[in-house]
């Protein structure tokens, strides 16, 4: 039986340590979030109520993505109370800057919607001033689906567009196979 000394088995650990515990298996650290803040959408033929529910779902929508640390609605509102700003008709990238930088967030998320319900929502970098996305849709029926198109564009906001496929057969009715095992 061959015999390891000491120091062989030091440098073994150790370079076993660095490979396994340091590198964590070769996996690049999660990127950093971005800290955003989410002005009420303004309301356009609809009312200030209703804009701020939507921007209230459109907010909660980007919470449970995980993809940015958003600031509460409620902090915002007394950081912004706090140094005398107003937030209606802050739409404008250049006030939605200004107050980025009175919240310290390095992305602020600013739009409006409107009857027949056109939402236009801009992603703006603080430090640059400049619009960095822009995320539009348009909408005809009632307002709860629009809710279903909030979740959509906090998806795309967030990197995580969600795709839909649709399935036709010709002749109609066919059965649909996916790996081997019938899907309808």
Same mark, same amino acid.
């Given at each position: ?68 640390? %958003? ?15 107003? =937030?209606? #008709? ?6 939605? %800057? !200004? ?6 967030? =390095?992305?602020?998320?600013? #739009? ?24 539009? !849709? ?16 906090? !998806?795309?906001?967030?990197? !995580? ?24």
């Amino acid at each position: 039986m061959q015999k390891i000394s000491i120091s062989a088995l030091k440098i073994l650990f150790f370079s076993l340590l660095s490979f396994l515990g340091f590198e964590s298996f070769g996996q690049q650290p999660p990127p950093a979030k971005f800290h955003i803040a989410i002005l009420n959408l303004e309301g356009r033929g609809i009312s200030e109520s209703e804009a701020a529910t939507l921007s209230d779902q459109l907010r909660g929508q980007l919470v449970n993505l995980n993809a940015f640390i %958003v600031l509460d609605r409620g902090k915002m509102e007394d950081i912004l109370k706090e140094q005398g700003f107003q =937030q209606s #008709g802050c739409t404008v990238t250049e006030c939605a %800057v !200004r107050v980025g930088r009175v919240l310290n967030v =390095q992305k602020i998320v600013a #739009g409006s919607i409107g009857k027949t319900y056109a939402i236009n929502i801009s992603m703006i970098d603080v430090e640059s001033s400049r619009i960095e996305r822009s995320f539009n !849709r348009n909408y005809q029926g009632e307002i709860d689906g629009l809710l279903e198109i909030l979740q959509d564009i906090a !998806r795309e906001m967030a990197g !995580r567009k969600l795709y839909k496929l649709a399935i036709s057969s010709s002749p109609k009715g066919a059965e649909v196979m996916s790996n081997n095992k019938s899907i309808g």
